[in-house]
């Protein structure tokens, strides 16, 4: 415990003295107050020290049973809260990085939507493809039946020659 300071009173000393011993007391009252506040705390400290090493595990509050469905309630949520507690901690970690990672999602986002035109495009392209092997094969009959038509009416036609270019530059220079 720490001691009390007393103030002691001042006899009209000039007055360089009287401002100086006034200062003083100042000074001794907030030293006081402090020394005051510090013994409260000490005395608190004390006393929740020695309620905290009382052992607890025997005491218990009687819960009336018309309540008793509102703890079963109650340890449910107290339950799922410490489940999900990690969670919401990386959850709160997470927090300074969100800016990053609203950057890191934009570029993202930008890239899928290049991905989405691309495909796109490329559907598009195969529904023409496929159109153009429908005439493709729409027109292979025709030409069959022609063909036929020809052989059977004796109308030859020369088969058609399908030679490279090099080939037909190679034969025409001999």
């Not at 008793?68 to 970690?93: C, D, G, K, S």
């Amino acid at each position: 415990m720490l001691p009390r300071l007393v103030q002691t009173p001042s006899l009209s000393p000039p007055a360089s003295v009287s401002q100086s011993t006034a200062i003083t007391a100042q000074k001794c009252h907030t030293l006081q107050s402090m020394n005051n506040h510090l013994e409260a705390v000490l005395k608190e400290k004390r006393s929740l020290r020695q309620r905290l090493l009382k052992p607890m595990c025997q005491e218990n509050l009687p819960i009336e049973a018309v309540y008793h469905r509102y703890m079963v309630h109650l340890l449910e949520l107290a339950v799922t809260f410490i489940e999900r507690l990690e969670i919401h901690l990386e959850t709160i970690r997470n927090i300074p990085h969100l800016a990053a990672n609203l950057k890191k999602m934009s570029k993202a986002l930008a890239k899928m939507d290049i991905l989405v035109t691309e495909t796109e495009e490329l559907a598009e392209n195969i529904l023409k493809w496929r159109k153009q092997q429908k005439e493709v094969c729409s027109y292979i009959p025709k030409i069959l039946a022609e063909e036929n038509y020809l052989y059977k009416h004796d109308i030859i036609m020369p088969p058609l020659l399908l030679t490279s270019k090099v080939h037909v530059q190679s034969v025409n220079a001999k």
